[in-house]
T-cell receptor, first 114, second 113 residues
Framework: GESVGLHLPTLSVQEGDNSIINCAYSNSASDYFIWYKQESGKGPQFIIDIRSNMDKRQGQRVTVLLNKTVKHLSLQIAATQPGDSAVYFCAEDAGGTSYGKLTFGQGTILTVHP | DTEVTQTPKHLVMGMTNKKSLKCEQHMGHRAMYWYKQKAKKPPELMFVYSYEKLSINESVPSRFSPECPNSSLLNLHLHALQPEDSALYLC????????????FGPGTRLLVL
């Protein structure tokens, strides 16, 4: 099956720094991508999404970039705070006959030091 | 309100027990999902219900039996589970089960002895 993977399993940053979390995907048919944050003992929390007809989308302190040419997705967090410490997952939805089927990447552990 | 609730939070059961996990949402969503998440791994899709009909079953063993009594409720009935079934079981919902955001509940932590 198709897979979504991450380049860096762990990322450690200082408070106030910008963080970049990367994700590679292999299904060129995927047309919707989501970033989730999962804190210990909780379910995944929606952060931001992007559709395949876009290259960039911004939210509050977060930006998602999509490069379809190299099948790469990234999440940028500005002015990272200790509360941003969590596991971050990218997920893709291939649409078509797989409506509703999200495939998750392996996750990146982000640790923010005060 | 983007809240999905799940009960119980924790469940311990023996291999001969029968138990059920419950999930509820009041966002008017018509698609609901069950995922299984092992420690330090990403969530894996188990079942999708769209408009109260099972639309995706990811070849899940029959000891897991989903049920969608109405568009707001989703159950997962458990019977004769194995210790390797111990995991966090996550419920999610979305508008219609198409290409859209899924909102997750906090999960039920299941331990099978």
């Amino acid at each position: 099956g198709e897979s979504v993977g991450l380049h860096l399993p762990t990322l450690s940053v200082q408070e106030g720094d910008n963080s970049i979390i990367n994700c590679a995907y292999s299904n060129s048919a995927s047309d919707y991508f989501i970033w989730y944050k999962q804190e210990s003992g909780k379910g995944p929390q929606f952060i931001i999404d992007i559709r395949s007809n876009m290259d960039k989308r911004q939210g509050q302190r977060v930006t998602v970039l999509l490069n379809k040419t190299v099948k790469h997705l990234s999440l940028q967090i500005a002015a990272t705070q200790p509360g941003d410490s969590a596991v971050y997952f990218c997920a893709e939805d291939a649409g078509g006959t797989s409506y509703g089927k999200l495939t998750f990447g392996q996750g990146t552990i982000l640790t923010v030091h005060p | 309100d983007t809240e999905v609730t799940q009960t119980p939070k924790h469940l311990v059961m023996g291999m001969t027990n029968k138990k059920s996990l419950k999930c509820e949402q009041h966002m008017g969503h018509r698609a609901m999902y069950w995922y299984k998440q092992k420690a330090k791994k990403p969530p894996e899709l188990m079942f999708v219900y769209s408009y109260e009909k099972l639309s995706i079953n990811e070849s899940v063993p029959s000891r897991f039996s989903p049920e969608c009594p109405n568009s707001s409720l989703l159950n997962l009935h458990l019977h004769a589970l194995q210790p390797e079934d111990s995991a966090l079981y996550l419920c999610a919902s979305s508008q219609e089960g198409r290409v859209e955001t899924q909102y997750f509940g906090p999960g039920t932590r299941l331990l099978v002895l």
